[in-house]
């Protein structure tokens, strides 16, 4: 059996026929950036979200950066994050000059522990960003507690988390600003890259508009200096149509992790492979990834094995930010993260993809009893 770790070609073929119209109509108007396509996606996806402001832009990684552009974050200032996330969170501060400041994650849910938080704010302090990993938000009570207390801007980087909600609150709609990617893997994969600011302040509509288009405003004239963040036509129309179908889809990977649940509680290696923790103040996890923690001498042989028996797995991520080669000047060192470095070490990724089938599930639960049974 094959069970890929992903399969956005099953997908496509159940949609194909709603998603072709769509792209020969971009085709025939020529209209073919931002435009009357994006525009309608914005609206979708506001009201999805939650918020009055959708800025769809080029990329996740862009949605990051045009923030923290907009809100003059630059040389001189801090900006703290985890360093268990994708690399774009980190690289963004990085882009615009600020310093990210790294605190530790939480070992349960893989999110910033918001305790660690208030004792790394200095003077030159200007944004929070919590990672929604893996598709659950991270606790974003305390975190807005701080930030109010020491007027910070938080940016929820929720690239992973279309649609969770966190005490039914929507991803995106407790910061200041929410950044999402549309990129291929994400739950609501574009035809290429794309990416949207959303905000639950109605002011900052004009002011994301103009970062988007190199901050300009009127036409050749400009206050600011943004960048080429615009959106193209195709991928809104493509877009708009998926987000009809986002609920189901991520219906179908809760009812895949709970099935991997039962499976795994049942099984041998009941105590050995560590489930995904859901948080109490978690309404809905849409199980981006769905992560099995190993003991760490053996991860490499299941992962192996798994590949061999043709299962699709991967390893997010294996090197913590802090220990990035690029990011060496910050000065950290092994040891400085413990948990987002054991995370590093012992966490698998299993498929867990809307159409993944009852037989593909068992299959991927019976190979990892099997190769945990192979005593090392
Ligand atoms: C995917 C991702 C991004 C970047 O999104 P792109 O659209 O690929 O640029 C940023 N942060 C996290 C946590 C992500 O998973």
């Known amino acids: 059996m094959q069970v890929p770790l992903l399969d956005l070609n099953s997908q496509y073929a159940a949609i194909r026929d709603e998603i072709r119209p ?84 939480d070992p349960g849910t893989y999110n910033i522990d918001p305790a660690l938080v208030e004792a790394k704010i200095t003077s030159r302090t200007k944004a929070i960003i919590p990672v929604h990993l893996y598709g659950q938000m991270a606790d974003m009570d305390p975190i807005g507690e701080i930030a109010a207390r020491h007027g910070l801007v938080v940016i929820e980087d929720a690239a992973q988390a279309i649609g969770a909600e966190y005490k039914g609150h929507r991803a995106g709609s407790l910061g200041d600003y929410g950044c999402l990617s549309f990129y291929p893997t994400k739950n609501l994969g574009g035809f290429g890259d794309a990416g949207m600011v959303v905000s639950k302040h ?49 219906a179908a990977r809760q009812a895949n992790a709970a099935d991997y649940e039962r499976l795994f509680a049942a099984s041998p290696v009941a105590g050995l492979v560590g489930l995904p923790l859901v948080a109490d103040y978690t309404t809905s996890h849409v199980r981006n990834q769905f992560i099995i923690r190993l003991p760490a001498g053996r991860r490499q042989a299941v992962w192996d094995g798994l590949k061999e028996a043709g299962v699709g797995c991967n390893v997010y991520y ?28 012992e966490t698998l990724a299993l498929p867990i993809y809307p159409e993944l089938a009852a037989e593909q599930r068992q299959y991927v639960v019976d190979s990892i009893v099997r190769l945990l049974a192979n005593k090392a």
């Not at 400009?222 to 189901?248: S, T």
């Open 22 to 105: 769509v792209i020969d109509e971009v085709c025939d108007s020529q209209h073919m950036i931002l435009g009357p396509k994006v525009q309608a996606f914005e609206e979708h996806m506001a009201a999805y979200c939650d918020v009055p402001v959708a800025c769809g832009v080029s990329s996740g990684s862009d949605a990051l950066l045009m923030v923290l552009m907009a809100e003059g974050i630059g040389a001189g200032d801090e900006v703290i994050t985890t360093p268990y996330t994708f690399f774009a969170t980190a690289g963004a501060i990085w882009r615009v000059g600020a310093k990210a400041v790294f605190v530790d994650i």
């Open 318 to 345: 294996p090197v913590p930010l802090h220990l990035q080669e690029c990011f060496a000047s910050l000065g950290y060192r092994e040891g400085d993260f413990p948990v987002s470095e054991a995370a590093a070490k």
């Open 202 to 250: 109605a002011d900052r509509a004009e002011r994301l508009a103009m970062f988007r288009n190199h901050g300009m405003f009127p036409n050749y004239y400009h206050a600011y200096v943004g960048g080429n963040f615009r959106l193209d036509a195709i991928q809104g129309a493509v877009l708009d149509v998926k987000l009809r179908h986002l609920d189901d889809w991520v």
